[in-house]
């Protein structure tokens, strides 16, 4: 059954987070809100297929926002060299995941960061906080794209072990 109040609240605290994503990627704001729509009418239409896992739910909801934003620049039919181009569109204004670290967490998440090799958490830095991609990481400090995404993945496990402490 949904529920529109809790679906309403989901709204109210995920919706600037999760505009920030679709702007980051279309580079476009009316887009961007456009998109925002059809991702939260994906949400309730879906919500029952979010499946308890590693993910919290708001990377879900991220991962669903970026995701439907990527597909509407491949409804474009631009090449795919332009997909590329558009995840690094860098936005002057902190990011959302910037705000966010800026708030209460600011020093826990920073202190668990100092607990990471030094090269680890700047690729964590670079793909989280300044969109970088996963293909410009790799190429940056010279490993294959399954590397950097390992890297990545166990850096965000081992970030959560921290924050979980």
């Given at each position: 059954m949904k529920d529109r109040v809790a679906f309403d609240l989901l709204y109210r605290q995920t919706s600037a987070k999760l505009f920030g994503v679709c702007l980051r990627v279309l580079n476009d704001r009316a887009e961007a809100e456009e998109a925002l729509q059809e991702v939260f009418?994906?949400?309730?239409m879906k919500a029952d297929r979010f499946a308890v896992s590693d993910l919290s739910p708001i990377s879900w909801l991220v991962a669903?926002?970026?995701?439907?934003?990527?597909d509407r620049i491949r409804a474009r039919r631009q090449p795919a060299v332009d997909i590329d181009?558009?995840?690094?569109?860098?936005?002057?204004?902190?990011?959302?995941?910037a705000a966010a670290v800026a708030g209460g967490e600011n020093e826990r998440i920073?202190?668990?960061?100092?607990?990471?090799e030094k090269d680890r958490a700047a690729a964590v830095r670079g793909a989280y906080l300044k969109g970088e991609s996963y293909a410009e990481l790799a190429e940056r400090y010279g490993v294959p794209l399954n590397t950097?995404?390992?890297w990545l993945r166990?850096?965000?496990?081992?970030?959560r072990e921290c924050l979980e402490r």
């Open positions: 009418v994906k949400i309730w669903v926002a970026r995701n439907h934003a990527i181009a558009a995840l690094d569109v860098a936005d002057p204004a902190p990011g959302p995941e920073h202190h668990c960061l100092e607990e990471l950097m995404r390992t166990r850096s965000l496990l081992k970030l």
